[in-house]
């Protein structure tokens, strides 16, 4: 079973700022570009950030300009910094290694709710 653990998840006002963490195994660390992904009720899980062996990240046009993606490579720890959320940020956060298809297996994710 895929080792994927994510954190950090919360209620948050509009214009606020959570900061997500995933600690996963070291073979997918190590081995494939990263991603995170959310998903809200009733939508498809999307990608919406990407980062390499390198630590390069893109962005979906969604989140571009307010969140960051970085890891720590002696932690097996992807991150995920949210500034300036907004209520349609809502959703169920999941990191997970980038693959197409998407993986089979993925962990609990982490809940993000942006209200007022």
């Known amino acids: 079973q895929v080792h994927l653990v994510e954190s950090g998840g919360g209620l948050v006002q509009p214009g606020g700022s959570l900061r997500l963490s995933c600690v996963t195994s070291?073979?997918?660390?190590?081995?494939?570009?990263m991603a995170w992904y959310r998903q809200s009720p009733g939508k498809k899980r999307e990608v919406i950030a990407t980062?390499?062996?390198?630590?390069?990240?893109t962005y979906a046009p969604a989140v571009k300009g307010r969140f960051t993606i970085s890891k720590d490579d002696t932690e097996n720890t992807v991150y995920l910094q949210m500034d300036n959320l907004k209520v349609e940020d809502t959703a169920r956060y999941y990191c997970?290694?980038?693959?197409?298809?998407?993986?089979?297996?993925w962990g609990q994710g982490t809940q993000v709710t942006v209200s007022a």
């Open positions: 980062i390499t062996g390198g630590g390069y990240g």
């Open positions: 997970n290694k980038r693959t197409t298809p998407d993986p089979e297996d």
């Open positions: 070291r073979d997918i660390f190590s081995t494939y570009v």
